[in-house]
Structures are given as C-alpha cells and as structure tokens.
C-alpha cells in the first residue's frame, strides 16, 4: 500500500463501539469518530467466517478504513517442541490467510521467546521459519506484509537490531515498530533525538521507503528492568508520545500508527489531534 500520510486507529474496535464484539461495527466507528484505520485482534485465536471476513473488506473499503492485523500470543517460533513451532507458522499463515480475506495489507505478531537461548540462534530459527512462511504464502499468492513487532520484554525475540537484520533477509518482513516497546525494553528512545535516530537508522539500512510505509504501535507503557510490564494510557505513563510525533512528523512517515492504550480511541484521537496541530 502507499500512503501519504499517518493514518491512525485502534487496536482493535474501539470501546465506545455499540456491539464491541463485531469489527463491522468498529470500523463504522473509526469512521465516524474522525479515526483513519483500524487492526483486527486475533490475539486469542485465528478464525472469522467467510462472511464476517467479506463484510469487513467491503465495510473498509466503502468507509475508506484500511485495516492491518495481530496474530494470536501462541506463537513461539522458538519453542522446545517442534510441533509447537509447527503449529506457531500455521497460526501465521492462518493470520494472513484470514487478513488477505478482509483486505488487510500488514499484519504483526510476536515471533518468539528466547527461551535463555542465544539469540543469534533464536534469529537464525525465526528467519528459517519466516522463508518457510513467504514461499507458502506465495504459493497461496497471498501478498502480506509480515511485520514481527518491536517486543517490549526482553524475554522476546524483537529487539531493533534483530528486526532490521531480519528486514534485509526476508523479502515479506518489515518491521512493525512499536516506539513503546522499544523504550520499555531499552529505557531508551524516549526523546526527539533517539526517536530521530531511529528514523535515520530504518531510513538509511533499510531504504527511504522504510518511513514511506510504516506500521507503528504506541501506547503508554510501565516497565522494569525486564522491560515491558502493563499498557496504560498515554497520560498516564511517561512515555514521550509527543516528542515520538514531533519526530515522525519531522521525518515526513507515513503508513499505520495504532493504539494500543487501554482506551483505544481516546489516545488514538489524542494522538491524530496532536499531530495535525504540529
Ligand atoms: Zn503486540
């Protein structure tokens, strides 16, 4: 997708949605809250009926709402038992089955845990996995953006480095970079310089058109030295949201920021208003 702007959403179907168990309804809701795009939670499992799936895509497009996706928590593309790994790249390849089918373009999830392993060895796993998921799903002639997220424990596979390295082998991935992850797992990167330098570094290893087709979480976040323990909302946490937007702005990103606080929408509005008025 190419976009020419930030586009912002929720995590999800936004709170003040009538019947919050039903996506159509969120997005009719994105929509008239003034909000740009929303991501489909498959946090507890992989499954939508065909008919669901179809009245989403038609909804998104009619409403302009694009979507983007997360797959399931039961993914460990590390995990002790093969069967488990196997199992952990079916639930991707049913995410970005069931994305493709509602029009989604970038789905995100959480590829692994160390398992106190090495994580040279994690990374060489998680890459051998995801080119068995790209040639599957290019079989299927599925065209998804494959974007493991910036992980904010520091038991998980996702660190800024590993997901760069994995962006330049691996023609599908790209980076989902969740800026409150990254300062939950560094206690860094919570500043217009360090946000900035980021933003140069995706640019300058990955290509300019790293920041012409972003997919960004944000949310407040509490942590230790582990990193990532609970989302909050944004007001509530000393993340600097703003300083992140100040950068973003300046380096002119474009593509998904989605909202991951507690109260979806109302950080989500927060964010977009503070962005426009820059
Ligand atoms: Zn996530």
Do not use: W
């Given at each position: 997708m190419s976009f020419d702007k930030l586009l912002f959403g929720t995590a999800?179907?936004?709170?003040?949605?009538?019947?919050?168990?039903?996506p159509v309804e969120g997005i009719q809701k994105i929509h008239d809250l003034g909000l740009d795009c929303m991501q489909l939670e498959f946090a507890h499992g992989v499954r939508m009926k065909d008919e669901i799936s179809s009245s989403l895509r038609k909804a998104s497009y009619e409403l302009n709402v694009p979507l983007t996706s997360h797959g399931p928590y039961?993914?460990?593309?590390?995990?002790?038992?093969q069967d488990k790994i196997d199992s952990s790249v079916e639930r991707i390849i049913q995410t970005a089955k069931i994305s493709d089918l509602c029009g989604a373009e970038s789905m995100t999830f959480?590829?692994?845990?160390?398992?106190?392993?090495?994580p040279y060895d994690v990374f060489d796993l998680v890459e051998k996995s995801m080119n068995v998921i790209e040639e599957r799903l290019s079989r299927l002639d599925i065209e998804i953006e494959l974007r493991p997220e910036l992980t904010?424990?520091?038991?998980?596979f996702g660190s800024l480095d590993e997901l760069i390295t994995l962006t330049k082998s691996v023609g599908s991935v790209k980076p989902c970079m969740d800026f409150s992850h990254l300062y939950a797992r560094t206690?860094?990167?919570?500043n217009y310089e360090e946000i900035t330098e980021v933003l140069d570094r995706l640019a300058d290893e990955l290509g300019k058109d790293a920041l012409n087709n972003m997919h960004i979480h944000v949310s407040g976040i509490s942590s230790n030295s582990k990193g990532d323990l609970k989302h909050l909302n944004l007001e509530k946490s000393d993340f600097n949201w703003r300083d992140m937007l100040r950068a973003l702005k300046d380096k002119d990103c474009k593509g998904y920021i989605i909202s991951n606080s507690p109260n979806l929408e109302d950080d989500a509005k927060m964010l977009k208003d503070y962005y426009i008025a820059l």
């Open positions: 999800g179907v936004p709170n003040s949605t009538v019947k919050k168990n039903n039961y993914i460990n593309l590390n995990a002790r038992e959480h590829a692994a845990f160390y398992m106190k392993d090495s904010g424990k520091t038991s998980q206690g860094k990167y919570n």
